[in-house]
């Protein structure tokens, strides 16, 4: 995937064009229906109801415009005829509950419109490092039923019609980044620059000097850093909590210059923020639905409660889910954990061995009986950076268990990353699973993970005692940083690659290509390029708030 990336050219002011003409067109036979592949787009469509592909673009626009229409000036499209898709799965939450193939919608599959009837959709507005953008949903893909076709949109020119509003007096400030999500990159003006912390490690007086030489390294880089505590914060911003003291710390940084944040602490020290995107349906566990989310921490627009009613990121609440600073979290408790952490970054940075850095490992297994994981692999291993090694061990090959995949991570790999079922404790390897001990005694030293990327549910759920994704950062001669879910993660059965859940997965590779190799900017652009998809109460919002960085937000990984 080359990410938010279509030969996109301002036409005139106001005027921007797409092109899809270089994507590869792929029809898959499935269950009798046709299945539109449509290059690295996601595809989308209400349960029943076409699956077909969609894009999600971010417009830059001018602080004092709010646009309010799209007005298609020209369309080029291929219709490809005797093409009926799919009617669409319901998202599922990863926990193996394998359903039947979903039944076509009769009002749409026999009826006499367009599915969807709209070709551009404006889905909100907000704040990307301080760059207003304009959120559109681009149908690509339209279902006629009655000539049993689909219309394929090749390019597309359209004006975003605006109407005058107040400046609010937010510029951009991390220029290049936004530039790699937009549409229009050339619109994206010059960065207003700070003079405050560019970095900031956010822990407890008791921890403060365990960040001592975390601290150090930052600055001999060059980039301005210090530690604030909690204590400190407590008693010098306001706020109804200290989670919202924190963030109202962390709004007044970002304006003068921040850029890093690292929460240095475990939810013992740095408390966590429980966000609601929409009901699971689920029924497994009681909290299933409450999201640890340290998203708050990064989008810093509004208070995430507008409604007031203490459930924080409801899609009343007016939550962007642009990222405004960066976030990654250390998840310590003790001085012990906390040291160990801070060696293990500054070791990845400094001291890594050569050998390893261009290997990575994929696990994939089957999410059930129809759904392959190591399919929605494959469509990773095409983002990863040019030149990496790639070991795969599927459940469909017969070489995925656990023993083999902590015998692989112990031999040395830089990227790992498992498409599976999880829970807090368990990391599942197909036939069996891999447990907290088994991440306890890594012994892959020196050979840090530099990311570890999961889909699976719950092994992040960084709220509990300790969580798989801990156990890992923690463990004393190996393991290395993560990045996973603290509830479920997303998939859609038969149709493998293509649950919510994925699609990030692949925006995260694709980003972190094209992104200074830095896995805590590439998690906030993979959430930024998806927040179009993410205004509703539905699974994409889900994924905004449960993948979470266990890492220092500005390490570079090396490949």
Not at 533 to 540: H, I, K, L, V
Request: with cysteine; aromatic share 12%; hydrophobic share 40%.
């Amino acid at each position: 995937m080359n990410p938010i990336i279509f030969l996109a050219v301002i036409v005139a002011s106001g005027v921007f064009e797409l092109d899809y003409g270089g994507k590869a067109l792929n029809l898959k036979e499935i269950k009798g229906y046709r299945l539109v592949e449509y290059g690295d787009l996601a595809l989308a469509g209400e349960t029943g109801r076409p699956f077909l592909p969609v894009d999600n673009v971010l417009v830059a626009i001018d602080p004092d415009r709010e646009p309010f229409d799209v007005e298609i000036l020209a369309v080029e499209a291929e219709t490809l005829r005797n093409v009926t898709p799919p009617p669409a799965p319901p998202p599922s939450p990863l926990v193996g509950r394998p359903g039947p193939f979903p039944e076509p919608d009769p009002l749409v599959y026999a009826g006499s419109g367009s599915y969807p009837s709209s070709l551009v959709e404006i889905t909100g507005t907000g704040h990307l490092f301080g760059q207003k953008v304009a959120l559109l949903r681009v149908n690509v893909g339209r279902y006629l039923p009655a000539q049993r076709s689909v219309v394929l949109l090749r390019a597309l020119r359209f004006r975003l019609r605006s109407r005058k509003t107040l400046d609010d007096g937010r510029r951009c400030r991390k220029a290049d980044w936004v530039r790699k999500v937009v549409l229009n990159p050339e619109d994206v003006r010059g960065e207003a620059k700070g003079t405050g912390l560019e970095y900031v490690v956010i822990t407890s007086e008791s921890l403060s000097d365990e960040f001592g030489p975390f601290v150090q390294w930052k600055r001999q880089k060059g980039i301005r850093a210090d530690i604030r505590t909690v204590e400190w914060i407590s008693s010098n911003y306001s706020g109804k909590d200290l989670q919202e003291k924190i963030r109202n710390y962390l709004k007044s940084a970002a304006d003068s210059g921040l850029v890093w944040v690292l929460l240095g602490g475990d939810v013992s020290v740095v408390p966590h923020r429980i966000a609601f995107a929409m009901s699971s349906g689920a029924n497994i566990f009681s909290d299933e639905d409450s999201i640890p989310c340290d998203l708050y921490y990064s989008d810093l627009d509004g208070t995430w409660d507008f409604n007031n009613n203490g459930i924080f990121g409801e899609v009343g609440d007016s939550v962007d889910l642009l990222p405004d600073v960066i976030v990654g979290r250390a998840p310590v408790e003790t001085g012990y954990e906390a040291a160990l952490f801070v060696n293990k970054v500054l070791h990845y940075e400094i001291e890594s061995p050569e050998g390893y850095l261009n290997r990575a490992l994929f696990a994939g297994e089957y999410l059930d009986w129809e759904t392959d994981g190591g399919l929605a692999k494959d469509f990773v291993v095409g983002e990863l950076p040019d030149g990496m090694q790639v070991c795969k061990l599927y459940e469909r090959f017969y070489n995925l268990d656990a023993a083999s995949f902590i015998d692989s991570i112990n031999s040395g790999f830089n990227l790992v990353n498992h498409n599976g079922h999880g829970s807090i404790q368990i990391l599942c390897t197909g036939p069996d699973a891999v447990y907290p001990e088994d991440f306890q005694s890594l012994s892959n030293f020196p050979k840090l993970v530099g990311l570890f990327y999961s889909i699976g549910c719950w092994t992040a759920a960084f709220d509990y005692e300790d969580c798989m994704a801990e156990y890992f950062v923690l463990a004393p001669e190996g393991g290395g940083f993560y990045i996973g879910n603290s509830r479920y993660g997303w998939y859609t059965q038969y149709f493998p690659g293509y649950g919510s859940s994925d699609i990030f997965d692949r925006r995260f590779f694709g980003f972190l290509k094209s992104s200074t190799h830095r896995a805590g900017v590439a998690l906030a652009l993979a959430k930024a390029s998806m927040a179009p998809a993410s205004r509703a109460e539905n699974d994409f919002r889900w994924s905004e708030y449960t993948l979470n960085y266990f890492g220092d937000p500005e390490m570079p990984l090396y490949f």
